[in-house]
């Protein structure tokens, strides 16, 4: 169940026909689909327990994303170069925490398709010919491995970018010109090291906040194709009926 803040406003929706009010869950199982809106706590210890879970609990990792981001860009800006070392421990744990966490959410049918689908900027650069081989030898060789002076703009999909920072070769932090912000960082991992990519934090940061916003107010399922849809509260609000666009979604033909 989705545990919502005071003054969270919820979308009313309508599932084959049941009006489902504001703020209660309904999870409803046909013989091919599955569809879901806001779930609803049960009694049992089981189902209370089980709510914990970040399967059908997911707000409490947004409510930690969101503040351990703050947290972190604390630690981040103007330190002082005596704690650079420090500075750049803190954000390398957030940043691979918050990759998982978000890619768990993702697994978990958490994130909103918007957030899923979208793609976040990044700058790559390859590898250097002259360099046959990057491995955890040499990866810390940045300069030598690949050419940062031959820069293309790049975009990459949430479950992807979180993938490659997770089995991460490279990572390092970048620290800005005054010496006291660390302004972004370079990553690939063992699968793209072909080419290494420079993400600015300014454009992580925003992602960690976009999730730490995000909702499924409504999801519908097929278990016959695999296909599924989940509408977040941004495009929720652009859709004149939730239910309409869920009904759109017709599940395959049961064979």
Not at 11 to 24: C, I, K, S, V
Not at 109 to 134: A, G, M, Q, T
Request: aromatic share 10%; charged share 30%.
């Amino acid at each position: 169940m989705e545990r919502r803040s005071a003054g969270r406003s919820d979308a009313t929706n309508t599932t084959h026909g049941y009006a489902l009010p504001p703020g209660q869950v309904a999870i409803v199982l046909y013989a091919n689909e599955l569809v879901q809106t806001r779930p609803t706590r049960a009694n049992s210890l089981l189902r209370g327990c089980y709510d914990r879970c970040m399967y059908e609990d997911s707000w409490p990792y947004k409510e930690d994303l969101k503040r351990s981001l703050t947290r972190t860009n604390g630690r981040i800006a103007d330190f002082e170069p005596a704690r650079t070392e420090a500075a750049c421990l803190a954000f390398e744990k957030f940043v691979f925490w918050s990759a998982f966490v978000v890619r768990k959410l993702a697994d978990s049918n958490k994130l909103s398709d918007e957030i899923e689908e979208s793609r976040w900027s990044v700058e790559r650069s390859p590898k250097r010919d002259s360099r046959p081989f990057v491995d955890f030898l040499n990866r810390h060789r940045l300069e030598d491995n690949y050419d940062l002076a031959n820069t293309s703009a790049a975009r990459l999909e949430t479950r992807r970018l979180c993938g490659i920072l997770l089995h991460s070769l490279v990572f390092l932090p970048v620290v800005g010109d005054d010496e006291r912000s660390i302004v972004g960082f370079f990553f690939n991992s063992d699968k793209t090291k072909d080419n290494v990519y420079l993400m600015l934090w300014e454009e992580y940061s925003r992602l960690v906040r976009d999730v730490s916003r995000d909702d499924v107010v409504a999801a519908r399922y097929n278990r016959l194709t695999g296909k599924q849809i989940k509408i977040g509260p941004r495009a929720a609000a652009e859709l004149d009926d939730v239910s309409s666009a869920l009904r759109a979604f017709e599940p395959a033909q049961t064979p």
